[in-house]
C-alpha cells in the first residue's frame, strides 16, 4: 500500500514538474514565402503544404501577423531584438547589425538557463566588412548575441560571397568564383538567380535547404534527454531565390516557385517528426512563418493559376500587405486550444516579450522596445492583440496600423511595385489611407474622407519617433506606483470645477492617501497592469476615481470606472493600458469605498455589475 502510495506521489509530482517547466522554443522562419502559398491559409494554393497545415491543425493561425519589415535584413532585427528596425542602422555589409550590448531572444532565455542554437541565414552583418579575413573569427553573429550554436551562412543564397559559417568561422574559405545565374522566363530577379562571385569550394546552392534541414534535425537529437528546456532558431534560405527544388520537389507543381514551397514544407515536416521522434514534440512551442512577403507579380498569378499572396495587395519591399502580412503559426500542446484562428493584430517584435514571459524573464525599460506579449492571446484569455503598429518597406516607407487603420505617407507601393504616379492635383490625397476592416486588397484611399485620422497617425509615429518606442516604460510604471509617498485621490465628476482629467472635471483638490490602504490598492493595480491592452475603450467615468501617484519625474495617473469594469492606466500622460477590474472588482471597490465613506454614489456601487 505504502509502495503504490509512493509511486502515485512521484508520478503526481513528475507530472506537476513536467507541467511547470518552461517550454523548448523551436521558430522556423520561411524566407520571402507568402500568405497565400501555404494551403492553410489558400486553399486554391498550387502548392502542397502537408506539414504547415498540420501546425495549423494542432495550434493556433493569425491572420493579421506582420513582419516589422518588408525585406530581410530590417525583419530579422526586429525577430531578435523585439525593437522595430526603422531605429537602428541597418547598414549589414560593414557591421554588426544588432547593437552590442542589446538583449536579443537568444540571450534573455539564456539568462533563464536555456541552450540556445541557430541554424541558417543570419543576414545581421559582423563587424569590420565588408573586407574580412576569412581565417579569422567573425566578430558581432550568432555567437556574439546570444546564441551557443550556429551552422549557416553570412547572407542570402542569391548574394556574395557563398561560403558556410560554423560558431564564429568560415568552415572553407571562398576563394574561389562561380559566374551569375538566371533562368529564361523569368524576371531578372526570379528563378535560379544568384550573383557571380566568391564562393567557397564545399558549397553548392542546391544542398543549402538540405543542410540547413539535416543540422536542424541532428540538434533536436542531441536534445533528447537533456534537462534544460532549448531555443532552436531554423532561418531558412527558402523559397528566397534561387528556386533550387531537388528532384524529389521537380514539377510537384506546375512552375519552379511552388516547387520550393513544396521543398520548404517538407523542412518544416522533417523538424516536426524529429521533435516527435526524440520525445520532445509534448514541451515544444513551435512557431512558423516568414520575414517578408515573396517576389510575385500579377502576370506569374494569371500565368500559373498560384496567387502567393491572396487576397493581399503588393509583393516583397512594399508597404501594403503583401510585403508585411504573414503566415504566423504557433503549436504549444496544452497551451494553445487546437485548431483555432485569431484575428488578433501582432508583430514578429513580440517574440522577445513573449517568450521571455514563459520563460519569467521580465524585460526591462530599455529592452525590447517594441515587443509585446502575446501569452494571454496563445493560452485563450485574451482575442484583442495590439493596438498600433509599425512597419518599414524597402524604400524606407513607414506603414502604421491602428486597429482597423492603415496609413502610408507615400502614394507608391514604399517597395518593388513600380507604380505610375501622374502629378496630383489640387485637393488630391497625399498619401494612403485604408479601413482594413473592410477593404483588406487595399483599393479605396479614404485619405481625403478622414483628415483626423490621419491626424492621428501623424501624432502617433511623432510620440513614438520622440520617445524610440511603443511599449510602455513598464519599469517605470511599477517603481513610480511602488516609491510614491501617498496616493492623491479625487472624485471625477462631470460638473467638477477643480481641473480636468482628459475630458472630465475634478470636483475636489484631493487628498493624500497612504498607510495599509494605500499598500493594497498598490498591490492590486500592479497585478493587474497589462501593456498589451490598450485599446481605444469608452469610458463612462460617472462616478469615477482618479489616483495619481509621483516618484521623480514620473507620474502614473489610474482612473477607476465601475461602469465599463475597466481601470485606465497612464504614465505622465501616456497610455499603458485599459485592463479589466472584473476579478478584482470587489477587493477595488471595498478601497474605493474607504477612501470616500461620505460619498452617497461610491457607497451605493454594487459589488458586481449589474
Given at each position: 500500500?505504502?509502495?503504490?502510495f509512493?509511486?502515485g506521489?512521484?508520478?503526481?509530482?513528475?507530472i506537476?514538474?513536467?507541467?511547470?517547466?518552461?517550454?523548448?522554443?523551436?521558430?522556423?522562419?520561411?524566407?520571402?514565402?507568402?500568405?497565400g502559398?501555404?494551403?492553410c491559409?489558400?486553399?486554391?494554393?498550387?502548392?502542397?503544404t502537408p506539414?504547415?497545415d498540420?501546425?495549423?491543425?494542432?495550434?493556433?493561425?493569425?491572420?493579421?501577423?506582420?513582419?516589422?519589415a518588408?525585406w530581410?535584413?530590417?525583419?530579422?532585427?526586429g525577430?531578435?531584438t523585439?525593437?522595430?528596425?526603422?531605429?537602428?542602422?541597418?547598414?549589414?555589409?560593414?557591421?554588426?547589425?544588432?547593437?552590442e550590448?542589446?538583449?536579443?531572444?537568444?540571450?534573455?532565455?539564456?539568462?533563464?538557463?536555456?541552450s540556445?542554437?541557430m541554424?541558417?541565414k543570419w543576414?545581421?552583418?559582423?563587424?569590420?566588412g565588408?573586407?574580412?579575413d576569412?581565417?579569422k573569427?567573425l566578430?558581432?553573429g550568432?555567437?556574439?548575441?546570444?546564441?551557443?550554436?550556429y551552422?549557416g551562412?553570412?547572407?542570402?543564397?542569391?548574394?556574395?560571397?557563398?561560403?558556410?559559417?560554423s560558431g564564429?568561422?568560415?568552415?572553407?574559405?571562398?576563394?574561389?568564383?562561380?559566374?551569375?545565374?538566371?533562368?529564361?522566363?523569368?524576371s531578372?530577379?526570379?528563378?535560379?538567380?544568384?550573383?557571380?562571385?566568391?564562393?567557397?569550394?564545399?558549397f553548392k546552392?542546391v544542398?543549402?535547404?538540405?543542410?540547413?534541414?539535416?543540422?536542424?534535425v541532428?540538434?533536436?537529437?542531441?536534445?533528447r534527454?537533456?534537462?534544460?528546456?532549448f531555443?532552436?532558431?531554423v532561418?531558412?534560405?527558402?523559397p528566397?531565390?534561387?528556386?533550387?527544388p531537388?528532384?524529389?520537389?521537380?514539377?510537384?507543381t506546375?512552375?519552379?516557385?511552388?516547387?520550393?514551397?513544396?521543398?520548404v514544407?517538407?523542412?518544416?515536416?522533417?523538424?516536426?517528426k524529429?521533435?516527435?521522434d526524440?520525445?520532445?514534440?509534448r514541451?515544444?512551442?513551435?512557431l512558423?512563418?516568414?520575414?517578408?512577403g515573396?517576389?510575385?507579380y500579377?502576370?506569374?498569378?494569371k500565368?500559373?493559376?498560384?496567387?502567393?499572396?491572396?487576397?493581399?495587395?503588393g509583393?516583397?519591399?512594399?508597404?501594403?500587405?503583401?510585403?508585411?502580412r504573414m503566415?504566423?503559426?504557433?503549436?504549444?500542446?496544452?497551451?494553445?486550444?487546437?485548431?483555432?484562428?485569431s484575428?488578433?493584430l501582432v508583430c514578429q517584435t513580440?517574440?522577445?516579450?513573449?517568450?521571455?514571459?514563459i520563460?519569467?524573464?521580465e524585460?526591462?525599460?530599455?529592452?525590447?522596445?517594441?515587443?509585446?506579449?502575446?501569452?494571454?492571446i496563445?493560452?485563450g484569455?485574451?482575442?484583442e492583440?495590439?493596438?498600433?503598429m509599425?512597419?518599414?518597406?524597402s524604400r524606407?516607407?513607414?506603414?502604421?496600423r491602428?486597429?482597423g487603420?492603415k496609413y502610408?505617407?507615400?502614394?507608391s507601393s514604399?517597395?518593388?511595385?513600380?507604380?505610375?504616379?501622374a502629378?496630383?492635383?489640387p485637393?488630391?490625397?497625399?498619401?494612403?489611407?485604408y479601413?482594413?476592416?473592410?477593404?483588406?486588397?487595399?483599393?479605396?484611399?479614404r485619405?481625403n474622407d478622414?483628415p483626423?485620422?490621419v491626424?492621428?497617425?501623424?501624432?502617433?509615429?511623432?510620440?513614438q519617433?520622440e520617445?524610440?518606442?511603443?511599449r510602455?516604460?513598464?519599469?517605470?510604471f511599477?517603481?513610480?506606483?511602488?516609491?510614491?509617498?501617498?496616493?492623491?485621490?479625487w472624485?471625477?465628476d462631470p460638473?467638477?470645477?477643480?481641473g480636468?482629467?482628459?475630458d472630465y472635471?475634478?470636483?475636489?483638490?484631493g487628498?493624500?492617501?497612504?498607510?495599509k490602504?494605500?499598500?493594497?490598492?498598490?498591490?492590486?493595480?500592479l497585478a493587474?497592469a497589462?501593456?498589451?491592452?490598450?485599446?481605444?475603450?469608452?469610458?463612462?467615468f460617472?462616478?469615477?476615481?482618479?489616483?495619481?501617484?509621483?516618484?521623480g519625474?514620473?507620474?502614473?495617473?489610474?482612473a477607476?470606472?465601475?461602469?465599463?469594469?475597466?481601470?485606465a492606466?497612464?504614465?505622465n500622460?501616456e497610455?499603458?493600458?485599459?485592463?479589466?477590474?472584473?476579478?478584482?472588482?470587489?477587493?477595488?471597490?471595498?478601497?474605493?469605498?474607504?477612501?470616500?465613506p461620505?460619498?452617497?454614489?461610491?457607497?451605493?456601487i454594487?459589488?458586481?455589475?449589474?
Amino acid at each position: 500500500m505504502h509502495l503504490w502510495f509512493l509511486l502515485g506521489f512521484l508520478l503526481a509530482a513528475l507530472i506537476l514538474d513536467a507541467k511547470d517547466r518552461s517550454p523548448n522554443f523551436v521558430v522556423i522562419l520561411a524566407d520571402d514565402m507568402g500568405y497565400g502559398d501555404a494551403t492553410c491559409y489558400n486553399p486554391k494554393s498550387k502548392s502542397p503544404t502537408p506539414h504547415i497545415d498540420r501546425l495549423a491543425r494542432e495550434g493556433m493561425r493569425f491572420t493579421d501577423a506582420h513582419s516589422p519589415a518588408s525585406w530581410c535584413v530590417p525583419t530579422r532585427y526586429g525577430i531578435l531584438t523585439g525593437r522595430y528596425p526603422h531605429r537602428a542602422d541597418m547598414d549589414w555589409r560593414r557591421k554588426a547589425v544588432i547593437e552590442e550590448g542589446r538583449t536579443t531572444v537568444g540571450s534573455a532565455l539564456r539568462e533563464q538557463g536555456y541552450s540556445t542554437a541557430m541554424v541558417g541565414k543570419w543576414h545581421l552583418g559582423f563587424d569590420g566588412g565588408p573586407d574580412y579575413d576569412y581565417t579569422k573569427p567573425l566578430v558581432g553573429g550568432p555567437l556574439d548575441r546570444g546564441f551557443d550554436f550556429y551552422y549557416g551562412m553570412s547572407h542570402s543564397l542569391d548574394i556574395v560571397p557563398y561560403y558556410y559559417i560554423s560558431g564564429r568561422k568560415a568552415v572553407m574559405v571562398p576563394n574561389q568564383q562561380i559566374g551569375p545565374r538566371n533562368t529564361e522566363g523569368w524576371s531578372p530577379i526570379q528563378g535560379e538567380f544568384w550573383r557571380g562571385g566568391p564562393i567557397s569550394p564545399d558549397f553548392k546552392h542546391v544542398e543549402v535547404l538540405p543542410r540547413f534541414t539535416e543540422q536542424s534535425v541532428d540538434y533536436l537529437r542531441s536534445r533528447r534527454d537533456q534537462a534544460n528546456p532549448f531555443f532552436l532558431y531554423v532561418a531558412l534560405p527558402a523559397p528566397h531565390t534561387p528556386w533550387l527544388p531537388t528532384k524529389p520537389f521537380q514539377k510537384r507543381t506546375n512552375n519552379m516557385y511552388t516547387d520550393f514551397v513544396a521543398m520548404v514544407d517538407d523542412t518544416v515536416g522533417q523538424i516536426l517528426k524529429a521533435l516527435d521522434d526524440n520525445g520532445l514534440a509534448r514541451d515544444t512551442l513551435v512557431l512558423f512563418t516568414s520575414d517578408n512577403g515573396p517576389v510575385w507579380y500579377d502576370s506569374d498569378t494569371k500565368r500559373f493559376g498560384h496567387s502567393a499572396t491572396t487576397p493581399l495587395r503588393g509583393m516583397k519591399g512594399d508597404a501594403w500587405e503583401a510585403g508585411h502580412r504573414m503566415p504566423f503559426i504557433v503549436r504549444w500542446p496544452h497551451s494553445v486550444k487546437a485548431g483555432t484562428v485569431s484575428d488578433a493584430l501582432v508583430c514578429q517584435t513580440d517574440l522577445l516579450a513573449t517568450f521571455g514571459a514563459i520563460a519569467g524573464r521580465e524585460l526591462a525599460d530599455d529592452e525590447g522596445e517594441d515587443s509585446e506579449n502575446l501569452l494571454p492571446i496563445l493560452t485563450g484569455h485574451r482575442k484583442e492583440g495590439r493596438f498600433e503598429m509599425v512597419t518599414l518597406s524597402s524604400r524606407k516607407v513607414l506603414g502604421a496600423r491602428r486597429g482597423g487603420w492603415k496609413y502610408m505617407n507615400t502614394l507608391s507601393s514604399g517597395g518593388f511595385t513600380k507604380v505610375h504616379l501622374a502629378k496630383p492635383k489640387p485637393g488630391d490625397p497625399k498619401g494612403q489611407l485604408y479601413n482594413l476592416s473592410n477593404d483588406l486588397g487595399e483599393m479605396e484611399n479614404r485619405w481625403n474622407d478622414a483628415p483626423g485620422v490621419v491626424k492621428e497617425f501623424e501624432a502617433m509615429l511623432a510620440s513614438q519617433k520622440e520617445s524610440e518606442r511603443s511599449r510602455p516604460r513598464m519599469q517605470a510604471f511599477a517603481r513610480t506606483v511602488q516609491k510614491a509617498k501617498s496616493i492623491r485621490t479625487w472624485r471625477l465628476d462631470p460638473d467638477g470645477q477643480n481641473g480636468t482629467f482628459a475630458d472630465y472635471a475634478i470636483d475636489a483638490p484631493g487628498k493624500a492617501l497612504a498607510g495599509k490602504p494605500s499598500a493594497r490598492l498598490r498591490r492590486l493595480l500592479l497585478a493587474d497592469a497589462d501593456p498589451v491592452t490598450r485599446h481605444d475603450e469608452k469610458f463612462h467615468f460617472d462616478p469615477g476615481i482618479l489616483l495619481r501617484f509621483q516618484s521623480g519625474k514620473d507620474e502614473v495617473q489610474v482612473a477607476i470606472c465601475f461602469i465599463c469594469n475597466k481601470w485606465a492606466l497612464y504614465l505622465n500622460g501616456e497610455t499603458v493600458s485599459y485592463t479589466s477590474i472584473e476579478e478584482e472588482r470587489r477587493a477595488v471597490l471595498v478601497e474605493v469605498k474607504a477612501i470616500f465613506p461620505n460619498d452617497k454614489i461610491i457607497q451605493g456601487i454594487p459589488e458586481k455589475l449589474q
